[in-house]
Nanobody, 120 residues
């Protein structure tokens, strides 16, 4: 079974930077990425990255500030967050798409979440 372990969250001042990391343990991992969620709201996509690392997607609100990357040799994905704003405050969840060969589909596996709080 695939498991994802996140780290790197914490308290940071507006304008500061933070880097989140997610380590995947298992096989057949394809696309990976990050969602965020605040209480009472739906979980929203922040960024994702394909297997090769050559294709990335970002929410409009984080474009130019956040960078997603991955290291397939280590089965990790990272989210570098710069110029942080108070509205970035949320729980951040790593995910990975795990391939299901019997039906040629993938399903998402989620990390435990890590809290990012941007406040002065």
């Amino acid at each position: 079974q695939v498991q994802l372990v996140e780290s790197g969250g914490g308290l940071v001042q507006p304008g500061g930077s933070l880097t989140l990391s997610c380590a995947a343990h298992g096989n057949s991992i394809y696309a990976m990425g990050w969602y965020c969620q605040v209480p009472g709201k739906e979980r929203e996509l922040v960024a994702n990255i394909n297997f090769s690392g050559g294709v990335t997607n970002y929410a409009d609100s984080v474009k130019g500030r956040f960078t997603v990357s991955r290291d397939n040799a280590k089965n990790t994905v990272a989210l570098q967050m710069n110029s942080l704003k108070p509205e970035d405050t949320a729980a951040y969840y790593c995910y990975a798409h795990v391939f299901l060969p019997h039906n040629n589909t993938v399903f998402p596996v989620w990390g435990q979440g890590t809290q990012v709080t941007v406040s002065s």
